[in-house]
Protein backbone atom coordinates (compact mmCIF):
# COMPACT_ATOMS: atom_id res chain seq x y z
CA UNK A 1 0.00 0.00 0.00
CA UNK A 2 2.62 2.93 0.93
CA UNK A 3 4.10 1.79 -2.77
CA UNK A 4 0.92 2.93 -4.09
CA UNK A 5 0.54 5.95 -1.73
CA UNK A 6 3.90 7.46 -3.17
CA UNK A 7 2.62 6.67 -6.72
CA UNK A 8 -0.60 8.75 -5.68
CA UNK A 9 1.14 11.63 -4.00
CA UNK A 10 3.97 11.64 -7.07
CA UNK A 11 1.07 12.72 -9.18
CA UNK A 12 -0.92 9.45 -10.63
CA UNK A 13 -3.46 10.68 -12.57
CA UNK A 14 -5.66 7.61 -14.24
CA UNK A 15 -8.60 8.78 -12.48
CA UNK A 16 -8.49 12.24 -14.11
CA UNK A 17 -11.46 12.65 -16.66
CA UNK A 18 -11.96 8.67 -17.17
CA UNK A 19 -14.54 6.09 -16.63
CA UNK A 20 -14.92 2.49 -17.00
CA UNK A 21 -16.83 1.13 -20.25
CA UNK A 22 -17.95 -2.15 -19.89
CA UNK A 23 -20.12 -4.28 -22.44
CA UNK A 24 -23.41 -5.76 -22.04
CA UNK A 25 -23.14 -8.42 -25.14
CA UNK A 26 -26.26 -10.75 -23.82
CA UNK A 27 -29.00 -11.01 -20.84
CA UNK A 28 -26.57 -12.85 -18.62
CA UNK A 29 -24.05 -9.70 -18.70
CA UNK A 30 -27.14 -7.35 -17.85
CA UNK A 31 -28.50 -9.45 -15.02
CA UNK A 32 -25.22 -9.60 -13.67
CA UNK A 33 -24.92 -5.48 -13.41
CA UNK A 34 -28.75 -5.88 -12.07
CA UNK A 35 -27.62 -8.24 -9.24
CA UNK A 36 -24.68 -5.87 -8.71
CA UNK A 37 -26.77 -2.86 -8.32
CA UNK A 38 -29.48 -4.20 -6.31
CA UNK A 39 -26.47 -4.88 -3.65
CA UNK A 40 -24.98 -1.22 -4.24
CA UNK A 41 -29.04 -0.43 -3.21
CA UNK A 42 -28.67 -3.04 0.02
CA UNK A 43 -26.18 -1.22 1.05
CA UNK A 44 -27.88 1.99 1.01
CA UNK A 45 -30.88 0.33 2.83
CA UNK A 46 -28.26 -0.44 5.93
CA UNK A 47 -27.24 2.76 5.97
CA UNK A 48 -30.52 4.31 6.19
CA UNK A 49 -31.27 2.01 8.74
CA UNK A 50 -27.71 2.53 10.75
CA UNK A 51 -28.03 6.25 10.67
CA UNK A 52 -31.28 5.84 11.99
CA UNK A 53 -29.72 3.74 14.75
CA UNK A 54 -29.04 5.99 18.14
CA UNK A 55 -26.98 3.37 18.99
CA UNK A 56 -24.96 3.03 16.51
CA UNK A 57 -21.58 5.69 15.99
CA UNK A 58 -21.83 7.84 12.82
CA UNK A 59 -17.85 6.37 12.58
CA UNK A 60 -19.14 2.37 12.46
CA UNK A 61 -21.85 3.39 9.55
CA UNK A 62 -18.86 4.98 7.76
CA UNK A 63 -16.79 1.85 8.22
CA UNK A 64 -19.39 -0.52 7.50
CA UNK A 65 -19.74 1.56 4.21
CA UNK A 66 -16.37 1.17 3.41
CA UNK A 67 -15.77 -2.26 4.22
CA UNK A 68 -18.72 -2.88 1.73
CA UNK A 69 -17.29 -0.44 -0.55
CA UNK A 70 -13.51 -2.20 -0.19
CA UNK A 71 -14.77 -5.43 -0.68
CA UNK A 72 -16.77 -4.57 -4.31
CA UNK A 73 -13.63 -3.36 -5.99
CA UNK A 74 -11.59 -6.28 -4.68
CA UNK A 75 -14.27 -8.21 -6.45
CA UNK A 76 -13.77 -6.13 -9.38
CA UNK A 77 -9.87 -6.77 -9.52
CA UNK A 78 -9.78 -10.49 -9.10
CA UNK A 79 -12.47 -10.48 -11.77
CA UNK A 80 -10.30 -8.51 -14.28
CA UNK A 81 -7.06 -9.28 -13.04
CA UNK A 82 -6.96 -12.53 -10.77
CA UNK A 83 -5.12 -12.25 -7.10
CA UNK A 84 -2.48 -10.76 -8.89
CA UNK A 85 -4.30 -7.83 -9.53
CA UNK A 86 -1.43 -5.44 -7.74
CA UNK A 87 1.01 -6.70 -10.13
CA UNK A 88 -1.23 -6.16 -12.84
CA UNK A 89 -1.98 -2.66 -11.74
CA UNK A 90 1.68 -1.59 -11.38
CA UNK A 91 2.68 -3.39 -14.29
CA UNK A 92 0.58 -0.96 -16.42
CA UNK A 93 1.70 2.10 -14.69
CA UNK A 94 5.08 1.31 -15.40
CA UNK A 95 4.38 0.79 -18.82
CA UNK A 96 5.22 -2.68 -19.07
CA UNK A 97 1.81 -3.44 -20.42
CA UNK A 98 -1.08 -1.50 -22.17
CA UNK A 99 -3.88 -3.08 -22.59
CA UNK A 100 -7.56 -3.08 -20.88
CA UNK A 101 -7.30 -5.91 -18.10
CA UNK A 102 -4.19 -3.41 -17.35
CA UNK A 103 -6.12 0.01 -16.96
CA UNK A 104 -8.86 -1.53 -15.46
CA UNK A 105 -6.89 -2.55 -12.44
CA UNK A 106 -4.94 0.48 -12.42
CA UNK A 107 -8.19 2.63 -12.48
CA UNK A 108 -9.84 0.32 -9.60
CA UNK A 109 -6.58 0.04 -7.36
CA UNK A 110 -6.23 3.76 -6.96
CA UNK A 111 -9.77 4.07 -6.51
CA UNK A 112 -9.65 1.19 -3.72
CA UNK A 113 -6.81 3.61 -2.08
CA UNK A 114 -8.66 6.76 -2.27
CA UNK A 115 -11.15 5.89 -0.67
CA UNK A 116 -9.49 4.99 2.08
CA UNK A 117 -8.85 8.49 2.49
CA UNK A 118 -12.35 9.51 1.68
CA UNK A 119 -12.84 8.94 5.69
CA UNK A 120 -9.96 10.70 6.93
CA UNK A 121 -9.24 13.67 4.72
CA UNK A 122 -11.63 16.96 5.45
CA UNK A 123 -13.76 18.62 2.61
CA UNK A 124 -13.12 15.55 0.26
CA UNK A 125 -16.00 14.74 -1.82
CA UNK A 126 -16.70 11.52 -3.67
CA UNK A 127 -18.73 11.49 -6.86
CA UNK A 128 -20.02 8.34 -8.12
CA UNK A 129 -22.03 8.00 -11.57
CA UNK A 130 -22.88 4.80 -13.14
CA UNK A 131 -25.11 4.71 -16.25
CA UNK A 132 -26.26 2.28 -18.49
CA UNK A 133 -26.82 2.02 -22.08
CA UNK A 134 -28.42 0.05 -24.78
CA UNK A 135 -24.91 -2.16 -25.25
CA UNK A 136 -22.90 -1.41 -22.39
CA UNK A 137 -22.22 0.91 -18.88
CA UNK A 138 -20.22 3.11 -17.61
CA UNK A 139 -18.89 3.87 -14.16
CA UNK A 140 -16.95 7.01 -13.37
CA UNK A 141 -15.32 7.77 -9.73
CA UNK A 142 -14.17 11.22 -8.82
CA UNK A 143 -12.39 12.85 -5.39
CA UNK A 144 -12.69 16.23 -5.44
CA UNK A 145 -12.84 19.48 -3.54
CA UNK A 146 -15.37 22.07 -3.14
CA UNK A 147 -18.78 22.94 -2.02
CA UNK A 148 -21.79 20.75 -2.52
CA UNK A 149 -25.06 22.05 -3.16
CA UNK A 150 -28.03 22.39 -1.41
CA UNK A 151 -30.21 19.39 -3.07
CA UNK A 152 -27.78 17.23 -0.64
CA UNK A 153 -29.19 16.07 2.74
CA UNK A 154 -26.98 17.20 5.63
CA UNK A 155 -26.58 15.74 9.14
CA UNK A 156 -23.93 16.10 11.98
CA UNK A 157 -21.27 13.33 13.61
CA UNK A 158 -21.01 13.70 17.43
CA UNK A 159 -17.70 11.71 16.85
CA UNK A 160 -15.74 14.54 14.71
CA UNK A 161 -16.53 17.49 17.11
CA UNK A 162 -13.45 18.80 18.51
CA UNK A 163 -14.35 21.52 21.04
CA UNK A 164 -15.05 20.43 24.36
CA UNK A 165 -19.70 21.44 25.50
CA UNK A 166 -20.76 21.89 28.80
CA UNK A 167 -23.07 19.10 29.79
CA UNK A 168 -26.04 21.00 28.51
CA UNK A 169 -24.91 22.04 24.93
CA UNK A 170 -23.41 18.75 24.86
CA UNK A 171 -26.90 16.87 25.62
CA UNK A 172 -29.01 19.55 23.16
CA UNK A 173 -25.70 19.10 20.20
CA UNK A 174 -26.41 15.15 20.81
CA UNK A 175 -29.92 15.50 20.01
CA UNK A 176 -29.40 17.63 17.13
CA UNK A 177 -27.25 15.29 15.46
CA UNK A 178 -29.67 12.59 16.08
CA UNK A 179 -32.42 14.60 14.66
CA UNK A 180 -30.61 15.22 11.63
CA UNK A 181 -29.14 11.46 11.18
CA UNK A 182 -32.78 10.58 11.33
CA UNK A 183 -33.80 13.50 8.71
CA UNK A 184 -30.51 11.56 6.49
CA UNK A 185 -31.98 8.27 6.68
CA UNK A 186 -35.17 8.76 5.49
CA UNK A 187 -33.72 10.84 2.60
CA UNK A 188 -31.12 8.01 1.50
CA UNK A 189 -34.44 5.16 2.21
CA UNK A 190 -36.30 7.59 -0.18
CA UNK A 191 -33.67 8.46 -3.03
CA UNK A 192 -32.19 4.56 -2.84
CA UNK A 193 -35.15 3.21 -5.02
CA UNK A 194 -33.51 5.31 -8.44
CA UNK A 195 -30.61 2.55 -8.13
CA UNK A 196 -32.90 -0.23 -8.51
CA UNK A 197 -34.87 1.66 -11.29
CA UNK A 198 -32.45 2.27 -13.01
CA UNK A 199 -31.16 -1.20 -13.68
CA UNK A 200 -34.22 -3.14 -13.37
CA UNK A 201 -33.66 -7.01 -13.73
CA UNK A 202 -33.69 -7.78 -17.35
CA UNK A 203 -35.91 -11.21 -16.80
CA UNK A 204 -38.72 -8.98 -15.29
CA UNK A 205 -38.55 -5.96 -17.57
CA UNK A 206 -38.26 -5.73 -21.99
CA UNK A 207 -35.51 -4.55 -23.10
CA UNK A 208 -36.87 -1.39 -24.77
CA UNK A 209 -37.51 0.01 -20.97
CA UNK A 210 -34.71 -1.02 -19.59
CA UNK A 211 -32.24 0.61 -22.48
CA UNK A 212 -31.25 3.90 -20.46
CA UNK A 213 -30.47 3.97 -16.89
CA UNK A 214 -28.04 5.93 -14.08
CA UNK A 215 -27.50 7.74 -10.97
CA UNK A 216 -25.26 9.97 -9.01
CA UNK A 217 -24.20 9.38 -5.67
CA UNK A 218 -22.29 12.85 -4.18
CA UNK A 219 -20.79 12.65 -0.55
CA UNK A 220 -18.69 14.52 1.46
CA UNK A 221 -17.64 15.80 5.32
CA UNK A 222 -16.52 19.50 6.20
CA UNK A 223 -15.62 19.14 9.95
CA UNK A 224 -18.79 17.87 11.52
CA UNK A 225 -21.24 17.92 8.87
CA UNK A 226 -21.92 15.10 6.45
CA UNK A 227 -23.51 16.07 3.15
CA UNK A 228 -24.56 13.07 0.90
CA UNK A 229 -26.90 13.44 -2.51
CA UNK A 230 -28.35 10.56 -4.51
CA UNK A 231 -30.36 11.30 -8.11
CA UNK A 232 -31.07 9.61 -10.93
CA UNK A 233 -29.02 10.52 -14.09
CA UNK A 234 -30.26 10.27 -17.70
CA UNK A 235 -27.53 9.09 -20.05
CA UNK A 236 -27.01 10.97 -23.09
CA UNK A 237 -27.55 8.35 -26.22
CA UNK A 238 -25.47 10.10 -28.58
CA UNK A 239 -22.36 9.79 -26.40
CA UNK A 240 -21.23 6.54 -27.75
CA UNK A 241 -20.71 6.16 -32.05
CA UNK A 242 -19.72 2.31 -31.74
CA UNK A 243 -20.28 -0.76 -29.75
CA UNK A 244 -17.88 -1.68 -26.91
CA UNK A 245 -15.85 -4.13 -28.19
CA UNK A 246 -13.85 -5.00 -24.99
CA UNK A 247 -14.05 -3.64 -21.75
CA UNK A 248 -11.88 -0.59 -21.17
CA UNK A 249 -11.40 3.41 -20.50
CA UNK A 250 -13.16 5.86 -21.96
CA UNK A 251 -13.27 10.13 -21.07
CA UNK A 252 -15.64 11.31 -18.73
CA UNK A 253 -18.94 11.44 -20.04
CA UNK A 254 -21.08 14.80 -20.60
CA UNK A 255 -23.67 13.04 -18.18
CA UNK A 256 -21.08 13.54 -15.10
CA UNK A 257 -19.73 16.59 -16.20
CA UNK A 258 -23.34 18.52 -16.20
CA UNK A 259 -23.83 16.45 -12.58
CA UNK A 260 -20.99 18.16 -11.21
CA UNK A 261 -21.85 21.75 -12.88
CA UNK A 262 -25.43 21.29 -10.96
CA UNK A 263 -24.16 19.89 -7.70
CA UNK A 264 -20.98 20.75 -7.01
CA UNK A 265 -19.36 24.77 -7.12
CA UNK A 266 -15.71 25.45 -6.67
CA UNK A 267 -15.09 22.13 -7.78
CA UNK A 268 -11.44 20.73 -7.98
CA UNK A 269 -9.79 17.45 -8.71
CA UNK A 270 -8.37 15.95 -5.97
CA UNK A 271 -4.67 14.17 -7.03
Not at 118 to 147: A, H, K, M, W
Not at 202 to 219: K, L, M, N, S
Request: charged fraction near 30%.
Amino acid sequence: MSEWSERMDSGMEILRGQAVRLPLPDVDAERSLHENMARIADAGQRKSELLDDPDVPLTEVYEDELEEMQQSFIHRLRQIAGEDYHDVATAYLDGERNDWVGALAAYYLECFYRLQERYTVNEQIFVLVILRYPDCFTVNLSFLSGEISADAVRYESTAHLEESLNDHLQGQYYADCQYSQHEASAYIREQVGCIRDAFPDPDAVPFEQRRYGGFVHITGREGTTFAELLEPLDPDPDRFDAEAPSPGLVPEGPEAKRAKETYLSDATVEL
